[in-house]
């Protein structure tokens, strides 16, 4: 008798984590086998393994594809700034004031985990977004940041839309910090580079598919430390 198998497909991206998104880019990344990358789509965005995909007919298979598909295409969309979401029964919230409120050591570790490149996503957004322990109407108070920060590995489970919609402040911080420090920049890199650099930041394109983005942010932290 054949187990029988049930499939959830995922229709949106707040139905994808970020989990999955990076363990996709770390399995296609030098990829061009058209039936392997449909494989690692369904495989890993389905829950399922490759012996149970094997066990479905073709025409499953595709219909499959022409759901999911759709949803791959979406990875680099703008999406709204999301300020509150749940995980696992807790619930995150963003930094309630970040201009006034976030500390020199918050925006020194933010930069660093987002050089890390897609690897350090979730690291980033556990600094962002932190249990809610308190609320009043509206507003609501979040954990202190403390290193080592615990729930790093949980927001591996958090939906890719927020984690997009968040990818806006990561160019504004980079730009804010550019902003208050151009003379030291100046001087610690030359007029030529550092001109260089802002056009970089400048020109980037919000919205691009997050692994440009965080290869470009990448870069850019680099040229910060040379």
């Not at 999301?82 to 004031?97: D, L, S």
């Not at 976030?102 to 660093?112: A, F, H, P, R, W």
Request: with cysteine; net charge negative.
């Amino acid at each position: 008798m054949v187990e029988k198998l049930n499939i959830t497909i995922p229709t949106s991206l707040m139905e994808v984590t970020i989990g999955q998104y990076q363990r996709f880019l770390k399995e296609t990344e030098n990829i061009t086998d058209e039936a392997i990358l449909e494989q690692k789509v369904i495989t890993i965005f389905c829950g399922i393994t490759i012996n149970q995909l094997r066990l479905l007919k073709s025409n499953q298979v595709q219909d499959i594809l022409s759901r999911l598909m759709p949803l791959v295409d979406s990875f680099g969309t703008p999406q709204p700034f999301t300020h509150r979401f749940n995980v696992g029964g807790i619930e995150y919230g963003f930094i309630p004031n970040l201009e006034q409120d976030i500390t020199y050591g918050e925006n020194k570790d933010i930069t660093s985990r987002m050089s890390e490149g897609i690897d350090g996503m979730h690291k980033a957004m556990a600094i962002l977004y932190r249990p809610i322990i308190r609320t009043s109407n509206d507003t609501y108070e979040i954990e202190k940041y403390q290193v080592p920060v615990k729930h790093e590995d949980a927001l591996k489970e958090m939906p890719l839309s927020v984690v997009l919609g968040a990818q806006v402040f990561f160019w504004n911080l980079t730009r804010e910090l550019l902003m208050h420090i151009p003379s030291y920049l100046v001087k610690a890199m030359g007029e030529e580079q550092y001109n260089l650099m802002m056009k970089k930041v400048s020109t980037n394109q919000i919205g691009e598919a997050m692994t440009k983005s965080s290869a470009s942010l990448k870069e850019i932290l680099e040229d910060l430390t040379k």
